[in-house]
């Protein structure tokens, strides 16, 4: 029996299905293709995509972007699964273009509020008030307009989250990125937005993304190279996470040497 699975995994037949169910159902390459997730992504790293992260999504054959099984559940999944989370980079297809995917960071879910105000990202989650004394320090509260807020509630976890000092509200700068009034978040849907806030093509301009486009999260680089394609081998075979708290030593040590 075993020696019949080992030659048909080693026929050309047994190699492309083993193949694409992985690619189907496990992990998928992406490649890294802007900035708009720097410094916790960079143009260049090519990663594996942890297709089973939250549920197993309709498979679809890559580069054409045929769907191979048709949506059963009407929700984009096979089988629907854990629903991403506030804080998660979670890699979806481009509501205005399924074809597209896009890398974000999830920061709101449904039932969620949320606003900008001069830059700084306002949460009020679905919790409510109580939920929010018991789970954020006091510093990054504010109450307005009856409502706590959280004021930039994943730079503390997630370092690589940042504004350019450049980018000022000139009246050339679209204004997405300094001011929003609240919006609460539709059930069964995320608000997604990059680390590099101010350079980032996200939900503060085309809307929310709801479950059926979620594909998955990065799981780990394994292979990265910059600009002028010189490996960055600092980077490979290592996790989102792991990648964040490179970045948040470096900044700790730039500020012991007063370096901004």
């Known amino acids: 029996m075993l ?4 030659h048909w995994s080693s026929s050309w037949t047994g190699t492309i299905v083993i193949v694409l169910s992985i690619i189907f159902f496990v992990a998928q390459a ?9 410094n916790s992504l960079l143009i260049g790293d090519m990663l594996f995509v942890k297709k089973f992260a939250y549920g197993i999504p309709t498979p679809t054959i890559p580069w054409i972007e045929l769907k191979v099984l048709p949506d059963f559940n009407d929700n984009g999944h096979l089988i629907e699964g854990p629903k991403p989370q506030r804080g ?6 481009y509501p205005k273009n399924e074809a597209i995917h896009y890398v974000k960071r999830l920061v709101a879910t449904g ?3 949320i606003a900008l105000q001069d830059k700084h990202l306002l949460l009020h989650p679905k919790g409510g008030n109580e939920y929010i004394k018991k789970n954020y320090d006091k510093e990054q509260i504010v109450e307005a307009a009856g409502r706590l807020w959280v004021v930039d509630p994943y730079k503390k976890d997630h370092p690589g989250i940042h504004q350019d000092p450049s980018v000022v509200a000139n009246g050339l700068a679209p204004m997405q990125l300094f001011n929003m009034m609240p919006i609460q978040i539709p059930e069964g849907e995320y608000f997604m937005m990059g680390d590099n806030r101010d ?3 996200d939900s503060r301009f085309w809307g929310t993304v709801q479950y059926k486009h979620i594909v998955g999260t990065p799981w780990f680089i394994y292979f990265s190279w910059d ?6 081998w600092d980077r490979v075979f290592r996790t ?9 030593r470096n900044q700790k040590i730039k500020h012991e040497k007063g370096i901004y």
């Open 227 to 232: 600009e002028n394609k010189e490996i960055r």
């Open 199 to 201: 350079h980032s093509n």
């Open 3 to 6: 020696k019949k699975v080992y």
């Open 88 to 93: 998660d980079i979670v890699v979806f297809r």
């Open 111 to 113: 039932g969620d509020i």
């Open 240 to 248: 989102t996470k792991s990648l964040e708290e490179d970045v948040d």
């Open 30 to 38: 992406f490649v890294i293709p802007s900035g708009s997730m720097k």
